[in-house]
């Protein structure tokens, strides 16, 4: 946490200490107290339920291909199709989440897509056809897509802004998390049983966001101005002085309401370019950059370069869980930029890496240490982007955006997210068939071109409230 920002919205005496918060260090020059309230983070570990929702959806697939395919009788090519639909869904989900964040609320966008969520699982558990099992397998997408834009945003407009970058990439822990122990979990048992466990964390999280309070920033845009001071004082706690943050929100969002809520079509006017620009300029690079050809085909990766596919798919998975929980740690102790600049320059080396262990094998020459070059590739590539462009761009994308076109916005950015995710991973398989060694080689060059990208378009947030970052990205937008 950085000393020198202002903890201001989260001040209090230490009578507030009985009511579980946890104290640390203040600035400028003074010795004072500052608290996270324990609703601030039962709200967060509420809202990240739904990531943890995502990951497990991610995960699924792997485990129970075995039991699916010999039970059901399915061809892989079935099987294929029942993975690829989970995308599918999610491009749907993605595309109405912004406008269904906007007109119920954060919480009932969370709630309405684990319904989605637990429907497809129960879809998928009780499935004797394989056509249950795609209608099960694009329900949990089109919940996940949903969720993939509601978690970070309300997540973001919801922490103080010393916290905001650490508590928003909890989002991305949590995926890893779904991800490794949907894993671990689907290795013991059967997968009508692992669908049915999908559902836990899903009714966890509908059950939970009663006891939550709503997003002030979204209140505040309704009109509901009294609820949006006393969601603020909730989430701060009961003796911070939270009048000066209410004001700006207010001030600010009564200044967007001069415009009309902007169409997708309508974000590209000039007032929004920069932001629209930076948003959807890291979720391209994000994807192109080759994360889930990797991911998902880490196991032939490995088997190509001539290694074994279990142990560095083992050691793949023990790598990015600790590399996002050190990225937890230092998104507000660092920034966005100057981590985004360092990781997606070890995205390019791991690729690199990649590359030159296919080169060897083609030139045939020093066999030995090809899966070496590959094993350290992929390490280094996907501890740099659990650290770097895994949550970062997301964080970004929920910070960005004025409240009058963020769900608009924010649709548009997931959307492009998922599709090019759709892109890159069935591309892949056909990009490694024609050149192992060029494919990583693009990958590598589009790695390079985001540390450009990011140093020459993408701002530093760190610190800063929502209404400032977005005030400096679209100065047009709140005036008359």
Known sequence: MEPSQSWTPLLSNTESQVHGVITCDKQMMQSETCSMPATLILTTLVAVFGSYVFGSAVGYSSPAQSGIMDELTLEVADYSFFGSILTIGAIIGA????RIADCVGRRVAMGFAEVFCILGWLAIAFSNVAWWLYIGRLLVG?????LSYVVPVYVAEVAPKNLRGGFTTV???MICCGVSLTYLIGAFLNWRILALIGIIPCSAQVLSLPFIPESPRWLAKVGHLAGSENSLQRLRGENANVSQEATEIRDYTEALQQHSEASIIGLFQLQYLKSLTVGVGLMILQQFGGVNGIVFYAGSIFISAGFSASIGTI???SVQIPMTILGVLLMDKSGRRPLL????????FGCLLVALSFLLLDLHKWKDLSPILALAGVLVYTGSFSLGMGGIPWVIMSEIFPINVKGSAGSLVTLVSWLCSWIVSYAFNFLMSWTSTGTFFIFCGICGFTVVFVAKLVPETKGRTLEE?????NPFSTKT
């Open 95 to 98: 595309f109405v989440s912004g």
């Open 469 to 473: 970052i977005q005030a400096s990205l």
């Open 315 to 317: 050691a793949m998975v």
């Open 142 to 146: 089109c919940g996940m897509g949903l």
């Open 341 to 348: 600049l360092v990781f997606a320059s070890g995205t390019c």
């Open 171 to 173: 989002h991305q822990l």
